[in-house]
């Protein structure tokens, strides 16, 4: 099978085309540094043309009461040159629980891409994933000091990226869900205690203050970013450390 992979050069999209070229498909990696833009819509067609796939994991460049215009745009763009050029599956990655969290931007057009692409004219499928370990710096310095780290109790089920791109792959390899696959690392933690377990394992002495209105998370209500009858990935947060 061929796919298109818009997005194809980043933490996730470069490991989803390696793994579909590594199965035996041909998977190409797209995105601006390749010419494909797809706010304007130059390069797609050429992009997806010949594609069976087309595997969308561009994001947009904020995640404030801007992002949802960039989904818009990007995925009218998107699906018309699919739909143009034959593809007969469509592939987004998202986020868990997107749809429950109307007070933030960022969610809401994430939720917003979804509902697009399953409106849209090309079977399809949706893997929500929970958020990645690699984002835990980024959440941390977010409400850092030069002393402590605020961040609320909320549970999170991190995952690692390598296995957001196992799923992806899997999926689009796979019969269209026209659906929402969801996945998740294999433990539940308060994102505090794991800002804490995370600067242990790095000697860093900061202590984390735990503060329910500190961060992006702190207007996140019960258990909305886990997810335990979700496909579970392998790896654990203290081996992805290691």
């Known amino acids: 099978m061929r796919f298109a992979v818009i997005g194809g050069t980043g933490l996730i999209g470069s490991q989803v085309v390696k793994n579909l070229n590594a199965a035996g498909h041909e998977a190409i990696p797209h995105s601006q540094s390749t010419g494909v833009d797809v706010i304007s819509g130059q390069g797609l067609d050429e992009a997806v043309a010949g594609a069976d796939v087309v595997v969308n994991l561009t994001n947009s460049p904020t995640f404030d009461e801007a992002s949802p215009a960039f989904f818009q745009t990007s995925m009218a763009n998107l699906l018309a040159a699919a739909h143009k050029g034959g593809v007969g599956h469509f592939v987004i990655l998202s986020i868990v629980g997107t749809d429950q969290v109307p007070e933030l931007d960022y969610y809401q057009a994430k939720a917003l891409q979804e509902q697009i692409l399953a409106a849209g004219p090309i079977p399809y499928s949706i893997v929500r994933a929970t958020q990645f370990m690699e984002f835990m710096d ?64 790095k000697g860093d002495n900061r202590t984390v203050v735990t503060d329910p209105a500190a961060g992006m998370f702190a207007v996140v209500k019960g258990d909305v970013l886990t997810d335990k009858h979700a496909h579970l990935a392998p790896t654990r947060y203290a081996d992805w450390l290691s």
């Open 138 to 201: 980024a959440a941390m310095s977010w409400t850092a000091d030069a002393d402590t780290v605020r961040l609320p109790a909320t549970p999170i089920q991190p995952i690692a990226a390598k296995d957001v791109a196992n799923a992806v792959a899997e999926v689009a390899a796979g019969a269209p869900l026209n659906g929402i696959r969801n996945i998740a690392g294999p433990e539940i933690f308060p994102l505090d205690e794991l800002g804490r377990i995370t600067l242990s394992h």
